[in-house]
């Protein structure tokens, strides 16, 4: 059973502070994906990292893939409110469609 | 365009009954997959079906069924509901290509009483 362990699980910080969140896995993955979900929807869809050592950039926020493809980071520089979520990271197998979803980060923003 | 639809958006059941939950993708996405996210965790794969034909499914007993339609739409079917069945099933539509980007809905939130 592959699993996504995402950290931290609770994160609470001041608008305007940085912060990152983890997801790794001891297994590889051909992608990952980063979702964020507000309570009572479904999780949109943020980006998508396919090659190992990836780096992509959404304005304030970064994803970054693993060498290996085993893990994944999301950081967002100078936090707003508008990012308070519940922030998922879900790894696709090779010639699986299933996505494999880490356990999530609830972030809150404080004004 | 829309997006993914589901309904209903909320149902309420009680143990031993069954449920049908329906999903309808986006325009054009010929691959639809469901999601059980009990509260506080993340989605768990029960299904994924593309073009009627199941193509794959999570670790969930056979009182769970889906299936697809012509037009792409599916259905999934709950039997002898249990209370830890509660939960959000979301579907998701399947745009394809290189990274298989799944678009998600607003979900249908199930509970058990």
């Known amino acids: 059973t592959q699993l996504l362990e995402q950290s931290p699980q609770f994160l609470s910080i001041q608008e305007g502070e940085n912060l990152t969140v983890y997801c790794n896995s001891s297994?590889?993955?051909?992608?990952l994906q980063w979702y964020r979900q507000e309570p009572g929807e479904g999780p949109v869809l943020l980006v998508t990292?396919?090659?190992?050592?990836e780096v992509k950039k959404l304005k304030r926020l970064t994803f970054q893939f693993g060498d290996a493809r085993k893990d994944s980071s999301l950081h967002i520089t100078a936090a707003q409110t508008g990012d308070t979520g519940l922030y998922l990271c879900a790894g696709e197998n090779f010639g699986n469609e299933k996505l494999t979803f880490g356990t999530g980060t609830r972030l809150t923003i404080i004004p | 365009d829309a997006g993914v639809t589901q309904s209903p958006t909320h149902l309420i059941k009680t143990r031993g009954q069954h449920v049908t939950l329906r999903c309808s993708p986006i325009?054009?996405?010929?691959?639809v997959s469901w999601y059980q996210q009990v509260l506080g965790q993340g989605p768990q794969f029960i299904f994924q079906y593309y073009e009627k034909e199941e193509r794959g499914r999570g670790n969930f007993p056979d009182r769970f069924s889906a299936r697809q339609f012509p037009n792409y739409s599916s259905e999934l079917n709950v039997n002898a509901l249990l209370l830890g069945d509660s939960a959000l099933y979301l579907c998701?539509?399947?745009?394809?290509?290189?990274?298989?980007?799944?678009?998600f809905g607003p979900g249908t939130r199930l509970t058990v009483l």
């Open positions: 325009s054009g996405h010929k691959s």
């Open positions: 998701a539509s399947l745009k394809g290509g290189e990274a298989n980007e799944q678009f």
């Open positions: 297994s590889v993955f051909s992608s």
């Open positions: 990292v396919v090659t190992g050592g």
